[in-house]
Each structure stands twice: as C-alpha cells, then as structure tokens.
C-alpha cells in the first residue's frame, strides 16, 4: 500500500475495510469521527446568525421544534421571493373548518 501515490479516499477505504480493521477499532472510530467534523464553521455561524434574527425577545417563546422548523426553511430553503404559497395555503384550507366572521366555512 503506496500511501502517497494514491487518492486520499482510496487509501481511507482501503483501510476501513482492510483484513485486520477488527484489530483497531478504536483508532478507526476515532478517524469516522475525525471525518465528521467540518471543514469551516462558516454555515454554522450563518445557522446562529439567522437563528438571532427568528428568536428576538418577542418570539423567545418558541417552542424548540417551531424554531428548528423556521432555521430549516431561512438556511435550507428557497428565497421567499420564489416561493409558490398556494399548494400550502390549500392545504391549510382544508385540513379543518375554519371560521370566518363566527361562521363555519365547511
């Protein structure tokens, strides 16, 4: 194994999935965990950064899946401005009655 004339990837392959892997798992836990951890932390301050904007003073109430909600939509999602709001209002719509001025709308 010529570690140096080959992709880092095959190598890293190459080892997890070596004959004698069982004899060191604690070294290759410690390398699956080592290849969890980013690069940059840049989208991660972007995630706090939009997460300050969602939970103000007057939203500190939120429950913790309303919030995670929110950050997925602002970070993952499409701009507002591409968004199609019609298929979700439908089906807000006719998830249940709905009152409008007292009355019953089904």
């Known amino acids: 194994l010529d570690l140096f004339s080959q992709d880092y990837k095959v190598v890293w392959w190459k080892l997890f999935r070596a004959i004698d892997a069982k004899n060191w798992p604690n070294i290759l ?57 019609t298929g979700a209002v439908d089906s807000w719509w006719k998830d249940k009655s709905r009152r409008l001025g007292g009355k019953e709308t089904h």
């Not at 007057?58 to 602002?74: E, P």
């Open 29 to 85: 836990g410690v390398l699956e965990l080592l290849f969890c951890i980013p690069v940059a932390n840049g989208h991660l301050e972007r995630v706090f950064s939009q997460m300050k904007l969602i939970k103000t003073n007057r939203q500190s109430c939120l429950s913790g899946d309303t919030l995670d909600h929110l950050l997925r939509i602002n970070v993952e999602g499409p701009p507002l401005s591409d968004w199609d709001a």
